[in-house]
């Protein structure tokens, strides 16, 4: 189970920073993402982090988004800084067990004022 939480509103240029606490299976193994799905768009990958600390972002996010974990607190991040109009959407948690099992989060709305 996943619970994600920080969202809000925010100006432009503001920063955010959401968290997802997991519960249940073996955090540490398992690869943590977060994505984004805006009104009328897909569900798209923003930002994913393996066991062993690797990371990937989205081209549209790169520079201004850092993704992190916390194995002892069963947590993991997501730092936004320098958002964007663009960025408004729902965020999601996502975690993958090496068993392929996947779990989501509620979603937290993160709107970004021009």
């Known amino acids: 189970q996943l619970q994600a939480s920080g969202g809000g509103l925010v100006q432009a240029g503001g920063s955010l920073r959401l968290s997802c606490v997991a519960s249940?299976?073996?955090?540490?193994?398992?690869?943590m993402g977060w994505y984004r799905q805006a009104p009328g768009k897909q569900r798209q990958l923003v930002a994913r982090?393996?066991?062993?600390?690797?990371?990937n972002y989205a081209d549209s996010v790169r520079g201004r988004f850092t993704i992190a974990r916390d194995n002892a607190k069963n947590t993991v991040y997501l730092q936004m800084n320098s958002l964007k109009p663009e960025d408004t959407a729902v965020y999601y948690c996502?975690?993958?067990?090496?068993?392929?099992?996947?779990?989501w989060g509620q979603g937290t709305q993160v709107t970004v004022s021009s």
């Open positions: 996502n975690s993958l067990a090496p068993s392929g099992l996947t779990a």
């Open positions: 249940g299976g073996i955090f540490s193994n398992n690869v």
């Open positions: 982090i393996t066991s062993g600390g690797s990371t």
